[in-house]
């Protein structure tokens, strides 16, 4: 696939295609006119990732396009980075050049940002790093205000920390969200809070318990919390579930359990299947759950969490692949129509959408 073309002349007609696709696919099943949210043209990702490609002496972001692999498409700058990655771009490469110690054998960088202006730079070699890196990175980190993260094959050194403190306010309330290098988060910052106040509008009448899927650093976990009695979410990743149990102490959520569990092991807990030390301490019969909440990876629900979801009244569901949700919808059709829509434009300049829908049981 060639790389997209980032003009902003061009995006409100990009978005208007993808939105009569999924409103198209999804006819049939009686969707409702979906509300939309829309990104900002430029400056939208807060995570971005290059190759660094070394030539007369000097080394340059590229890209490579999936038609020519071979042939680097060198970048001056990327319009979709997030403020801070842009601010940052040319001043890493300049300092690269400058210094033999960070530059040698170097041959990818990952950025991550947040809304609350910091800045992760992770800097990936192909040689073992010692204390001379080290000390170069140190005076790096100084000079751009950002954590630095320096790997090699079996390696990480981390100079001060692996993760980024992200905040924003959202309906009235101060959210706090630790991110950690290397584990899921919503590439797009403003259309995730956009996602997260959509989801709280769905949920806000619901009452009654909620068991959340896929939760991630507890990201939606965090903003539905309030509404509900008491909730239940689960996450496979060890690294997310640490960053959903510190963001639970960090934002006073006294509400909410966390479980390390797959899917497909709490769908099978649930339906009465094996017992799961995980679970020690959880009464599962004590929940009021009146709410399924998930947001699987592109692959969509498996079968048990489908058949898990059938029991529930409300069904929220998040998406970045329309597919998928589409198959899970068509499952649950028997049980459930859809009750509200969302399309939230995480991803501008490609043909990805990222959409919302809201499950009601049906009477
Ligand atoms: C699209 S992300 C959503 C994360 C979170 N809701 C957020 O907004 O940041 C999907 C999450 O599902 C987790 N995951 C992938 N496969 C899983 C499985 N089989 N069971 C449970 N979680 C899974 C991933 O680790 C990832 O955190």
């Known amino acids: 696939m060639p790389l997209p073309i980032f003009d902003p002349a061009h995006y409100d007609a990009q978005l208007a295609d993808k939105l009569a696709r999924f409103k198209a696919d999804f006819a049939p099943l009686g969707l409702p ?20 490609w070394h030539h007369g002496g000097r080394v340059d972001y590229a890209m490579f396009d999936a038609d020519n692999p071979k042939q680097p498409i060198l970048l001056d700058d990327f319009p979709p980075a997030a403020a801070p ?14 210094s033999e110690e960070l530059k040698r054998r170097i041959f990818q960088v990952e950025f991550l940002a947040t809304l609350s202006g910091e800045l992760m730079v992770s800097l990936v070699y192909h040689r073992k790093l010692g204390p001379e890196w080290e000390t170069a990175a140190r005076e790096l980190a100084a000079a751009l205000g950002a954590q630095i993260i320096g790997r090699s094959r079996g390696q990480k050194i981390v100079l001060e920390r692996d993760w980024l403190l992200e905040e924003f306010e959202l309906d009235g309330r101060r959210l706090r969200y630790q991110q950690i290098e290397g584990s899921f988060t919503q590439p797009n910052g403003e259309v995730n809070r956009k996602m997260l106040g959509w989801a709280r509008a769905q949920a806000a009448d619901a009452g009654g318990d909620l068991l959340e899927l896929y939760c991630g650093n507890g990201n939606f976990t965090i903003a539905l919390a309030p509404l509900f009695g008491r909730v239940l979410a689960t996450e496979l990743s060890k690294s997310s579930v640490r960053a959903a149990l510190y963001n639970i102490e960090a934002n006073g959520a006294d509400n909410i359990t966390m479980v390390r569990m797959s899917s497909e092991e709490l769908s099978d807990a649930m339906a009465g299947g094996r017992e799961y030390r995980r679970m020690q301490g959880v009464d599962l019969t004590g929940y009021r759950f009146s709410t399924l909440f998930v947001d699987p990876p592109r692959s969509g629900l498996d079968p048990a969490t489908v058949a898990l979801a059938a029991g529930f009244e409300h069904i929220l569901y998040i998406s970045c692949n329309p597919q998928t949700l589409r198959d899970n919808a068509e499952a649950l059709a028997a049980t459930h129509r859809i009750a509200a829509a969302a399309a939230f434009d995480q991803f501008p300049y490609t043909h990805h959408l990222e959409c919302g829908l809201l499950l009601v049981r049906q009477r």
């Open 33 to 52: 006119e979906p509300q939309v949210f829309s990104s900002e043209p430029l400056h939208y990702r807060m995570r971005a990732e290059f190759r660094l």
């Open 85 to 98: 990655i842009a601010r940052a771009m040319p001043r890493l490469r300049e300092a690269l050049i400058a």
